[in-house]
């Protein structure tokens, strides 16, 4: 009658034991790795000021007499994410935007005049102050005129200062 005791006692102690390393367990992973709740940078770009809606861009570049630097991407999509791994990491970029009015945009928005040569991304558009896109400052491909590649990237550093300079000769 003892042993069966002492059996009975063992067992529980085992029991116990596998189910405390469970909700440790359990515990463990749900306090390791808490959601971040999504930044308007969605890793382009932490450290910069970005607006969450085009509206707001469009009013904030004409009241700040800076221009407006829109990009096109989808979470999902491998040529967004090449292209913001690059953007996030350079220097120049980084500093470089701080002189923009900032959007990024993982849907469509219903001005035309943001999707000129079709609705690809990753797109990268530039809107004076005066409201007007600036389509001739484009990318390198002719069949998609405002993309962009990793590779790219110093063409897009070039860019983003021809639209400073733009802004300073012709308003």
């Known amino acids: 009658m003892e042993k069966s005791y002492v059996s009975m006692f063992l067992l529980l102690v085992a029991v116990s034991c596998a189910l405390a390393k469970d909700a440790a367990k359990e515990t463990k992973e749900t306090t390791v790795k808490p959601k971040l709740p999504q930044t308007l940078s969605r890793g382009w770009g932490d450290q910069l000021i970005w607006t969450q809606t085009y509206e707001e861009a469009l009013f904030r570049s004409k009241h700040s007499n800076k221009p407006l630097m829109i990009i096109h991407h989808l979470d999902e999509c491998p040529h967004s994410q090449a292209l913001k791994k690059v953007f996030a990491e350079s220097k120049d970029i980084q500093k470089l ?5 900032l959007l990024n945009l993982v849907y469509e928005t219903t001005d035309k005049n943001l999707s000129p040569d079709g609705q690809y991304v990753p797109r990268i558009l530039f809107i004076d102050p005066s409201l007007t896109v600036r389509a001739d400052i484009t990318g390198r491909y002719s069949n ?9 990237i110093s063409l897009l550093y070039s860019n983003m200062q021809k639209a400073l300079k733009l802004l300073k000769t012709e308003l």
């Open 97 to 101: 935007a701080e002189k923009f009015i």
């Open 144 to 152: 998609r005129l405002y993309a962009y590649e990793p590779s790219d």
